[in-house]
């Protein structure tokens, strides 16, 4: 058999014996299992290889994740993982770079009108799982199951025994089709009266994973002190969010520059990885690009693609060496109207120098948008605010430029976007208010 279809020359054979070769190599799978107990430590096994989570949360820049030394990813739903791009699925494309996928397995929020004591509502979401499962479970890419993102709400104490038992129960499900991979529930940072309910609850629980941000290297020293003995993950990472910030006199949250960013993703990627006992690696948030506050405040990556400093801080902390082409650095800042008051239709001289560390000239990109007035919870998705025409009058080549303030009162942001033309880039903004 093997000699004819070495010999076979025709297409149709030829494309067969490809199809079903890919076909045998997606249904050998992986085998994941999580070795160790509360004691002694624990970690991934890959195929029988210990695995550290070096990860990003998003489903984009695969190439640049892999080259920067990531290793994984996870979604928030099962329907990314079967998203095509030029022909080729995110389970295949992530397998051929070599990263491995937490699939998200996305549970109802009762803030978007999900209800936990609902059965019509319970059984069509049970059937929506174990459909994801039956589909994926034997792709070689497929690291373990994210069971839920944050469905307990953002700002709850999380004791809702009736999610907890759910999650149980879907647990008990995908290890029954699938005992193969690991389970994991993904939470809103931790306390105790959630901790303890996940623990009471939801024994079937493999993984904890902890969204968090400002404390993010302390997560599961706390979840530890709280009772959860199992192994953790960092899903969801970055420098503190809106609500944890300084504001404003009008309540603009105030956005960290640049450099404060790298410089916290840096620490904080190092300090999750130091706990080698119970922790099994992290994902840096948010791989790729979006509105949350403002446009700027999670993305790694510009909206029109670029990296940023935030991916060299984690690409250093994960191999300790920088990329071959880092992202413009913030040297200098001189904006007289941040976090002020200004006068309408005033023009204001500001400037934001810029350094390429491989010494190329740099582009920049100036507007001013008004503040957000689309805030959602959660990172539920926000509408970004249109930029405001004729308020640039001049910029030059050294960072330098000449705002002419809005007419209309109310909150603004002015940006600045820096390019090298060759994939990095880095965005600051700084917000003011125009008085009535």
Not at 22 to 29: C, L, N, T
């Amino acid at each position: 058999m093997r000699s004819w279809i070495r010999q076979a020359t025709h297409p149709l054979i030829t494309a067969l014996v490809v199809a079903l070769a890919g076909a045998e190599a997606r249904a050998a799978g992986s085998v994941v299992r999580i070795e160790g107990d509360a004691t002694t430590g624990y970690r991934l096994l890959r195929d029988g290889t210990p695995f550290r989570i070096r990860g990003a949360a998003g489903i984009d820049h695969l190439d640049v994740l892999a080259a920067c030394g990531g290793n994984a990813i996870r979604t928030w739903d099962a329907e990314s993982a079967g998203r095509e791009a030029d022909g080729e699925s995110l389970l295949d494309r992530a397998r051929r770079l070599g990263i491995a996928v937490t699939i998200g397995l996305w549970l109802g929020h009762e803030r978007h009108g999900f209800r936990y004591d609902d059965p019509v509502q319970l059984q069509r979401q049970r059937q929506d799982v174990e459909a994801a499962i039956r589909r994926y479970k034997d792709h070689p890419a497929l690291l373990c199951w994210g069971l839920g993102n944050e469905m307990e709400g953002p700002t709850s104490n999380g004791a809702d025994e009736r999610i907890w038992r759910e999650v149980n129960h879907l647990a008990e499900r995908i290890k029954a089709i699938d005992p193969n991979h690991p389970v994991m529930t993904v939470v809103a940072n931790v306390n105790d009266d959630k901790v303890a309910a996940v623990v009471r609850h939801a024994p079937a629980v493999d993984i904890l994973g902890i969204n968090a941000y400002a404390g993010a290297g302390g997560v599961g020293e706390a979840a530890a002190r709280m009772g959860w003995k199992k192994p953790y993950c960092v899903t969801e990472y970055g420098l503190p969010g809106p609500w944890e910030t300084a504001q404003t006199d009008w309540k603009a949250p105030i956005e960290p520059s640049s450099r404060q960013k790298a410089a916290t993703y840096a620490t904080t990627t190092s300090d999750i990885l130091a706990d080698e006992k119970r922790c099994l690696g992290s994902y840096a948030f948010l791989w790729g690009s979006k509105q949350e506050a403002t446009a700027s405040w999670f993305g790694m990556f510009l909206p029109t693609g670029e990296k940023t400093i935030t991916v060299d801080a984690v690409t250093k902390a994960w191999t300790n060496a920088w990329p071959a082409n880092r992202a413009p650095v913030l040297e200098e800042t001189d904006v007289p109207l941040a976090g002020k008051t200004v006068a309408a239709d005033t023009q204001i001289t500001a400037v934001a120098r810029y350094r390429d560390p491989e010494g190329r000239p740099l582009a920049y990109a100036w507007e001013v948008r008004r503040e957000s007035d689309d805030r959602k919870e959660g990172g539920d998705r926000e509408r970004q605010p249109d930029a405001v025409e004729g308020c640039i009058v001049e910029s030059a080549a050294d960072g330098r430029v000449v705002v002419r303030t809005p007419r209309q009162p109310g909150g603004y942001r002015l940006f600045v976007t820096v390019r090298d033309g060759e994939g990095s880039g880095c965005m600051d903004n700084w917000p003011f208010a125009v008085a009535p």
